[in-house]
C-alpha cells in the first residue's frame, strides 16, 4: 500500500537552498506535523507538494501518483491551506464553496449537501449568504477550510492554519482536521505553536536548513533529542541549535 | 523644525507620505527605476512643452480678450475643474475607506480632527500640484511668447484645484450623510466617472444636437460648440463677474487675488466643516468589513458545470460585483453617448457618421478588455485554490480569456447590432475590429500577467508601462484600421500591420517570451 506522501530528494533554491534533498513519508490517516525554525523550507515544501511550486530536482508521490509527472491526477486527491485565507470577497460562502466544488468537478448536488454540512459544522450558518468581504479574519480561514473539505480530499496541507484565529475557531478547526483523520483522511500541518503540534500529531517532523533533520512521536523526539521529559519546546530548540552547530 | 503634534509636523508627514506613494506608483515601487523615470518625465515635459507651442502659442499675444475668448477660456477651464474634481472625489473616497494608519490616528493622543484637516490639506495640494504639473508647458509657452503676465495662470490653476477638493469634500460627507458609508463607495466612484467625462461629452452632445445638417467629425470637436454664435448670444458681457477665473489666467491681478482668495477660503471652509466629523465617517466606513452590511440573499441551489464553466461564471459574478469597474464601464459607456447620438442622428443617411463610430467602438472595446483582462488574470485573488484544483493550466486560462472576450461581445453587441441597421458593411468592420482590439489587449495582459490583488486595479498600468504603452497603442492601431477598413480604403493594412508588430514586439519584451 502506497503512503500518503512520499516525497524523496527534493530540492528547491531561490537565492539559497530553500529545500535541500528532502525525504519525507506520511501514512494514510495519519496527522503529520513539520515544524522549523523561520526560513527553514517547511513552507516551501509543502507549496511544491501542492503543486504551486515546481521543485528543481526530486519526486513526490500523491497515494502512488507522481504529483510531477501527472499534477491533475495528483491535486485531485489534495486540499491546500495557506495562513492566509485567500477567497473571493464578492462571493458568498455558499458560492464560494459551490466554485471550489466545480473546480474539482463534484456533483453538483452532492456538493451543496457537503457544503451545507460543513457549513453547519463550521458554524457559518449566519453568514452562509453574506459576502465573504464583511467577514472576520477566522471566519475566512473557515470558509478556507470548507473550501477544502468540500471536495473531500484524501490529503489536506494546511501551513499555519490557526494564525489569527480566535480559541474558539482554533478548537473548532482543530476538531475538523482530528475528524478527518479518524475518518481515514492524511492531514499535513505546518505550525509555530508547538502545544498543536504536541496534542494533535500523530508524528512530527522537525526541518532545519531544508533538510528534515529528525523525526517521529513526540516520545522518539524526545530520545532523539537526549531530553527524557522534556517539552515538546526544549526538545525542538535542543534539535535545531544542535543541527545550527553542525 | 517643527515640534510633533503641530500642524507643520502632521504637514510635514503627509506631504512626506503624500510624496513617496506618488514617487511609488511611478516607479512601480523600484529604486533603481527612479532615475529612469526622471528622464522619462523631462522628455514628456519637453514634448509637452512643444505640443503647447502649437496648440496655445499664437494665444500668447492676447491682452484685452473679446468674449470668444473668454467663453474659451472659461471652457478649459471648466474642463480642468471638472477632471479635478473627478480626481479629489477617487481621493477623497480612498482617504474614507483607506484603513491603513487610522487605528494609529485614533489611539493616538492628538485632535483626530487637525490630524485629518491636514490630510484633507494635502489631499486638495496633491489634486493641484498634478494639475499644475500638466498646465506647466501651456503656463510656460505663453509666458515666454506673451510676458511673465502668464504666470498667474499658475495661481488661476491653484485656486480651481482648492475649488475642486472643496466641492469633492463636501460632496463626499454629503453623500455619506445621505445614503451612508455601504453605497458612498460605489456612488462616489460613478459619479468621479461622471463628472470626469460629463464637460467634454456634454460640449460633443451639444455640438451634435445643434448641428442644422448632416454631423460630422467637425461637430465631434470638442470646443466648437463653445465659438458657435448660439453660446456667445447666452455669454454675459466682457465686464461680467463670471470672466473673472479667465480674466485671472489671463494676469489681471485683481481678478486672480480674489479668484485665488474666494477660492482657498472656500476650501479652508471646507475642511474646517468636514474635519470636525471626517473621524466618524473614517472609522464607520473602515468598519464595513466588520459590519458585514451585505444584503441576505436566499441560498440557491448549487449548478451543475464542468471547471471551465464554474471559472467563466465566477469570473463574471466578480465583474458584476466590482463597484469600481462598474464605474469605469460606466465612463466608457458615457463615451460612447455622443458616437451612438451622431449615429441615430444620423440614421437612414448611412456614411459618414457611421464611419466615425467605428473607431471609437474598437478604441474602447479594447481599452475595457484591457482592464479586464487585468482583473480575470493578473487579478485572481484565490491564486492557489486555483492553482491547486485538478485542471491543466491551459483550460485556466482559455476560461479567463473567454470570460473577458464574453464580456466584451455582451457590452459591445447592442453597437454592432445598431450599427448594422445603419450599414452591414460598418457592423462587420466594427466587429471584427472589436474583437481584435480586445483579443490584442488580452493578449498583452496575458504576457505581462503577475500575481496581484483585485483591489490594486487603480495601479495596474504602474506594474509594466510597456504593456500599458502597448496596450494603447494596440487599441489606436486596430481602431484605425477598423475605421479605414470600415470607410472601403485598402490603407487599412498599414495599421493592422502597424498592430501586429506592437503585438509582436510586446511579446518579445515580455517576461513570458523568457
Redo the contacts between chains.
Keep these: 500500500m502506497s503512503p500518503a506522501l512520499s516525497i524523496r530528494g527534493l530540492v528547491k533554491h531561490f537565492d539559497r537552498p530553500a529545500v535541500d534533498g528532502l525525504d519525507l513519508t506520511v501514512q494514510k490517516a495519519e496527522f503529520y506535523t513539520l515544524l522549523g525554525p523561520n526560513g527553514a523550507g517547511k513552507t516551501t515544501t509543502l507549496r511544491m507538494v501542492a503543486g504551486l511550486l515546481r521543485p528543481d530536482a526530486g519526486t513526490i508521490h500523491i497515494h502512488g501518483i507522481d504529483a510531477l509527472k501527472d499534477p491533475v491526477a495528483a491535486k485531485r486527491c489534495v486540499a491546500w491551506i495557506s495562513d492566509e485565507p485567500m477567497i473571493y470577497d464578492k462571493l458568498n460562502p455558499l458560492e464560494y464553496l459551490e466554485f471550489v466544488a466545480g473546480l474539482w468537478g463534484i456533483d453538483a448536488r452532492e456538493a451543496q449537501a457537503r457544503a451545507h454540512e460543513l457549513i453547519g459544522w463550521l458554524g457559518l450558518g449566519a453568514q452562509a449568504t453574506q459576502r465573504c468581504e464583511g467577514l472576520s479574519k477566522g471566519m475566512r480561514q473557515k470558509v478556507a477550510l470548507a473550501g477544502a473539505l468540500v471536495h473531500d480530499p484524501s490529503v489536506i496541507i494546511l501551513d499555519e492554519p490557526l494564525t489569527g484565529l480566535d480559541a474558539g475557531s482554533a478548537r473548532q478547526v482543530k476538531g475538523v482536521l482530528r475528524e478527518r483523520v479518524k475518518n481515514g483522511g492524511t492531514v499535513i500541518m505546518t505550525t509555530h505553536i508547538l502545544e498543536v503540534a504536541e496534542r494533535m500529531a500523530d508524528r512530527i517532523g522537525v526541518i532545519a536548513a531544508g533538510r528534515l533533520i529528525a523525526q517521529g512521536t513526540l516520545t522518539e523526539l524526545r530520545d532523539q533529542a537526549g531530553r527524557g521529559a522534556a517539552s515538546l519546546e526544549d526538545t525542538f530548540l535542543a534539535l535545531v541549535a544542535e543541527q545550527a552547530a553542525a | 523644525m517643527s515640534y510633533p503634534g503641530t500642524l507643520i509636523w502632521f504637514a510635514h508627514h503627509e506631504s512626506r507620505l503624500a510624496w513617496r506613494d506618488w514617487l511609488a506608483m511611478m516607479t512601480a515601487g523600484g529604486r533603481w527605476r527612479t532615475r529612469s523615470v526622471a528622464i522619462v518625465c523631462i522628455i514628456v515635459l519637453a514634448a509637452m512643452h512643444l505640443l503647447a507651442l502649437s496648440m496655445v502659442g499664437r494665444f500668447a499675444g492676447v491682452i484685452e480678450p473679446d468674449r470668444t475668448a473668454l467663453v474659451v477660456i472659461t471652457g478649459c477651464a471648466l474642463l480642468a475643474w471638472s477632471l479635478m474634481v473627478s480626481q479629489a472625489l477617487e481621493s477623497v473616497t480612498r482617504g474614507f475607506y483607506t484603513r491603513s494608519d487610522l487605528d494609529l490616528i485614533l489611539s493616538s493622543p492628538v485632535a483626530a480632527r487637525k490630524v485629518f484637516a491636514v490630510r484633507m490639506a494635502t489631499m486638495a495640494l496633491s489634486i493641484t500640484a498634478m494639475a499644475l504639473l500638466l498646465a506647466a508647458p501651456f503656463i510656460n509657452v505663453l509666458s515666454i511668447g506673451g510676458g511673465a503676465r502668464w504666470l498667474a495662470a499658475y495661481g488661476a490653476v491653484v485656486a480651481i484645484g482648492a475649488v475642486a477638493a472643496a466641492v469633492a469634500l463636501t460632496l463626499t460627507v454629503a453623500l455619506f450623510r445621505a445614503i451612508g458609508p455601504l453605497r458612498t463607495r460605489l456612488v462616489a466612484q460613478i459619479l468621479a466617472a461622471v463628472i470626469g467625462a460629463a464637460f467634454i461629452i456634454g460640449l460633443q452632445v451639444v455640438a451634435i444636437v445643434s448641428a442644422d445638417t448632416t454631423p460630422t467629425g467637425a461637430a465631434l470637436s470638442r470646443y466648437a460648440v463653445l465659438g458657435t454664435d448660439a453660446v456667445l448670444a447666452l455669454a454675459p458681457d466682457v465686464d461680467s463677474i463670471v470672466w473673472w477665473p479667465a480674466r485671472a489666467i489671463l494676469g489681471h491681478v485683481g481678478a486672480l487675488a480674489i479668484f485665488l482668495g474666494v477660492s482657498l477660503a472656500v476650501l479652508a471652509v471646507a475642511i474646517l466643516m468636514v474635519a470636525r466629523n471626517f473621524a466618524d465617517h473614517v472609522i464607520a466606513a473602515s468598519s ?7 444584503p ?4 440557491r ?7 471551465k ?3 467563466r ?2 469570473e463574471w ?2 465583474l458584476r ?2 463597484p469600481w469597474l462598474i464605474s469605469q464601464t460606466l465612463m466608457q459607456l458615457l463615451y460612447l453617448l455622443p458616437p451612438a447620438l451622431l449615429l441615430w442622428r444620423s440614421f437612414g443617411s448611412g456614411g459618414e457618421a457611421a464611419t466615425l463610430i467605428v473607431p471609437v467602438l474598437v478604441m474602447a472595446a479594447g481599452q475595457l478588455a484591457g482592464g479586464l483582462a487585468w482583473l480575470a488574470i493578473s487579478g485572481e ?12 493550466a491551459r483550460e485556466i486560462v482559455a476560461a479567463k480569456i473567454e470570460a473577458v472576450l464574453g464580456a466584451i461581445v455582451f457590452a459591445f453587441a447592442p453597437f454592432v447590432l445598431a450599427l448594422a441597421f445603419v450599414s452591414a458593411w460598418h457592423a462587420l468592420s466594427a466587429a471584427i475590429g472589436v474583437l481584435t482590439a480586445a483579443a490584442a489587449a488580452t493578449a498583452i495582459q496575458l504576457w505581462f500577467r503577475a500575481q496581484a490583488r ?1 483591489s490594486h486595479f487603480r495601479r495596474r498600468q504602474t506594474s509594466s508601462r510597456v504593456a500599458t504603452v502597448a496596450e494603447a497603442f494596440s487599441s489606436i492601431a486596430w481602431a484605425a484600421t477598423a475605421a479605414l477598413a470600415a470607410a472601403g480604403s485598402s490603407l487599412a493594412l498599414i495599421p493592422g500591420v502597424f498592430g501586429l508588430l506592437v503585438l509582436a514586439g510586446t511579446r518579445r519584451l515580455s517576461p513570458r517570451s523568457t
Excluded at chain 2, 296 to 299: E, T
Design positions: 464595513l468589513a466588520q459590519s458585514a452590511p451585505q441576505i440573499r436566499v441560498a441551489a448549487f449548478r451543475q458545470a464542468s471547471p464553466r464554474m471559472l461564471r465566477k459574478t466578480l460585483r466590482d485573488d484565490a491564486p492557489d485554490l486555483v492553482a491547486t484544483a485538478p485542471v491543466r483585485r
